[in-house]
RNA sequence: GGGGGCGUAGUUCAGCUGGUUAGAACGCCUGCCUGUCACGCAGGAGGUCGAGGGUUCGAGUCCCUUCGCUCCCGCCA
């Protein structure tokens, strides 16, 4: 029945068509009904085109008065060039419109929930998220969602290619598989012929693609759902998608090289150039110039340690702070001082945002006529006034901001993230720049409550000699060959360069605190793979949805995944996740032993 | 788990120090309209103010509890 041989999209219709008859299928957008010549916007994926019902044409005007948003219809009619005055320059099929000959109802439709058409100047951008994922399939026929879910196929297309080009083999690993220690909560699945046991959905494929080296792939890429069970945000999903990939006999300027030129390709969908190379900077730098280990380094405003520097001020807090150990900081916010009052600074800043951030207080400064200007300027010596102008470069017009705590963690941690604040405040973020980088020389490990634990993964290779007779002190000092890729302050990707050796990979399971009989239940088959002759090798993961999200200029993943979870990983279209029948719980051995309230 | 924000018509929101019958815009329905395109004109319908409790002569507004959504921190090798 229908006539999809003939069919013409809707968004397509130009120069080529003119006098020909068409075949248009789609959803009405909007419907003008000027009581003889009635209009309608008709709408598909490739756009929107207008239909002319004249009844001197038009066999079926009665069923097209009754036409609705969201009919689905089909049409035949003949495509015309608007007169000059008729000519809709908003629409991108604007100069033509197809007059109607014969017109079918293929579906009604209720009115919907909120608006599709994006026309609508109070339109379905602004409608409530949870909304709009409890009518996900309503929201994808909004043209701005489909046109983010088209270009997420455009990307995954070019990293196939991509990598294709490269030599690289797509495989696929397994979904159901082996729960193993450390990382995140894992999402169990119970097994039904083996009761009591279950199978973990993996967080990323990681000794697998590990395995596939060890088999000889030499380059694999695969790309892939992984799931975490932890808490939710903005950019994190229950299930995400990963590229990952894994290459041996390589080093890491391999990874670099190849990641990078993937990321131009990738950018280049929406024409957006990347720098080349990108810039690098180790982990001990990020932390101290940025706060973090993902620094946005789209605008400037680098921390400076001014600890030495007012170390002898006669300021008692300061002074305080730098005899229990603590490290005093600041930024210096260059030719802002008109915008940035000092109701702004005192109030607002230094009472409100900074405190919020988790410090103490705040420290500000104006620069005014080669002098520092604030109320603590009193306790400092005209020669430490002027070896701190010198320290943070200070010129008049600029504010200085300082956050001094006894933990020079929470300084940075704080101060850190008040520079990204700041900057957002002022609007000094450029739109147009996309700023990536590599972080690279993490620490292999990090104590946590006197525990080392990896900080990448407990496959990452040491950058020297390590056993497991050293002492705490000095394992924690030790740096790995691992490596992040950082696109505006958001981590895109990381990765590292693997152990191969199978005495080494046991001394790290050993230093982390597994026993011998953990090393043989958990990861046994993966020492003895070791054993067959590992090629020495390496890798890294992309998270393609933050990637996507990024390319678009959105913050939220949600908005480039089809069918996302809500903040409580809840899907509000199908309401999972949700109850299950007693009997399937007793097929697979598993008892409830929390109320069900629903 | 901790902290912040929000919840009023189908949607997006307004609703003052508590005070008649809770409003606007868009959408929806009916009619009119020969070129509109955010069509226009006329008329109309539509509300458990998230839920429960309390204070009060009187609660959308104040208090308590609770539910939902959202943002930040924790968490996320």
């Keep these: 029945m229908a006539n999809w041989r003939e069919r013409t999209y809707c968004g397509e219709i130009n120069l080529g068509h003119d006098g020909q008859s068409v075949v248009i299928s789609g959803w009405v957008d909007t419907v003008r009904d000027h009581g003889h010549l009635l209009f309608i916007h008709l709408r598909d994926i490739k756009g929107l085109i207008?239909?002319?019902?004249?009844?001197?044409?038009?066999?079926?005007?009665?069923?097209?008065?009754?036409?609705?948003?969201?009919?689905?219809?089909?049409?035949?009619?003949?495509?015309?060039?608007?007169?000059?005055?008729?000519?809709?320059?908003?629409?991108?099929?604007?100069?033509?419109?197809?007059?109607?000959?014969?017109?079918?109802?293929?579906n009604k439709a209720l009115t919907p929930p909120f608006a599709i058409s994006d026309k609508e100047v109070?339109?379905?951008?602004?409608?409530?998220?949870?909304?709009?994922?409890?009518?996900?399939?309503?929201?994808?026929?909004?043209?701005?969602?489909?046109?983010?879910?088209?270009?997420?196929?455009?990307?995954?297309?070019?990293?196939?290619?991509?990598?294709?080009?490269?030599?690289?083999?797509?495989?696929?690993?397994?979904v159901l598989t082996k729960s193993t220690p450390e990382g995140a909560?894992?999402?169990?699945?119970?097994?039904?012929?083996?009761?009591?046991?279950?199978?973990?959905?993996?967080?990323?494929?990681?000794?697998?693609?590990?395995?596939?080296?060890?088999?000889?792939?030499?380059?694999?890429?695969?790309?892939?759902?992984?799931?975490?069970?932890?808490?939710?945000?903005?950019n994190r999903q229950p299930e995400f998608t990963q590229i990952d990939l894994e290459a041996s006999f390589i080093d890491e300027e391999f990874i670099m090289q190849l990641v990078e030129g993937l990321l131009h390709r990738v950018f280049a969908v929406r024409g957006i150039e990347l720098p080349s190379p990108f810039p690098r900077l180790t982990y001990a730098d990020s932390m101290n110039r940025y706060g973090n280990d993902h620094p946005d380094l789209r605008f400037g405003l680098p921390m400076i340690d001014v600890t030495e520097t007012v170390r002898s001020v006669n300021y008692n807090i300061f002074k305080t702070i730098i005899s229990s150990g603590g490290r005093i900081k600041g930024i210096n916010v260059k030719g802002q001082s008109d915008k940035l009052s000092k109701n702004v600074l005192q109030e607002e800043f230094a009472k409100k945002v900074v405190p919020s951030l988790g410090a103490k207080g705040m420290t500000w400064m104006r620069v005014e006529n080669n002098q520092l200007v604030s109320n603590i300027v009193q306790f400092f010596t005209d020669s430490e006034q002027s070896a701190l102008r010198q320290v943070m470069q200070a010129e008049d017009g600029d504010v200085l901001m300082f956050i001094a705590d006894s933990s020079p963690r929470l300084v940075n941690d704080v101060l850190g993230r008040f520079r990204c604040y700041v900057a957002d405040?002022?609007?000094?973020?450029?739109?147009d720049v996309v700023a990536p980088c590599w972080v690279t020389d993490f620490p292999l490990f990090e104590l946590i409550d006197g525990q080392l634990s990896a900080m990448h993964h407990p496959f990452t290779q040491p950058s020297g000699t390590i056993d497991s007779g050293m002492n705490r002190d000095t394992l924690a000092s030790v740096s790995a060959r691992a490596y992040d890729v950082v696109i505006n302050g958001v981590e895109i990707g990381g990765g590292s360069i693997r152990i191969h050796s199978p005495e080494q990979q046991t001394t790290i399971f050993e230093i982390l605190g597994l026993s011998e009989s953990d090393i043989r239940q958990k990861f046994g088959f993966f020492i003895d793979a070791f054993k067959y002759g590992a090629p020495p090798h390496g890798g890294l993961a992309i998270g393609l949805d933050r990637l996507v999200a990024m390319v678009l200029g959105t913050d939220s993943i949600r908005d480039v995944i089809a069918f996302p979870k809500n903040r409580m990983a809840v899907c509000p279209m199908t309401q999972a996740p949700d109850t299950v029948d007693p009997e399937q719980l007793s097929d697979l051995g598993v008892a409830v032993t929390v109320p069900v309230v629903r």
């Design 122 to 174: 109070d339109g379905a951008v602004c409608v409530d998220e949870d909304l709009r994922l409890r009518y996900r399939y309503l929201d994808i026929r909004r043209p701005s969602v489909q046109s983010s879910l088209v270009t997420r196929h455009a990307i995954l297309q070019e990293v196939r290619r991509f990598l294709s080009d490269h030599q690289f083999i797509e495989v696929d690993t397994p």
């Design 185 to 234: 909560r894992d999402y169990l699945v119970p097994s039904r012929v083996h009761q009591g046991s279950f199978y973990a959905l993996p967080q990323s494929p990681q000794l697998f693609k590990q395995l596939l080296m060890v088999g000889g792939l030499d380059r694999y890429f695969q790309i892939t759902k992984c799931f975490r069970d932890e808490d939710l945000r903005p």
């Design 425 to 431: 405040f002022l609007g000094i973020i450029p739109s």
């Design 50 to 106: 207008q239909v002319v019902f004249d009844p001197t044409v038009a066999t079926d005007m009665v069923v097209a008065r009754s036409l609705r948003s969201e009919f689905v219809v089909t049409v035949s009619g003949v495509v015309r060039r608007r007169a000059d005055d008729t000519v809709n320059s908003k629409l991108l099929t604007g100069e033509w419109e197809v007059v109607a000959h014969h017109m079918e109802i293929l």
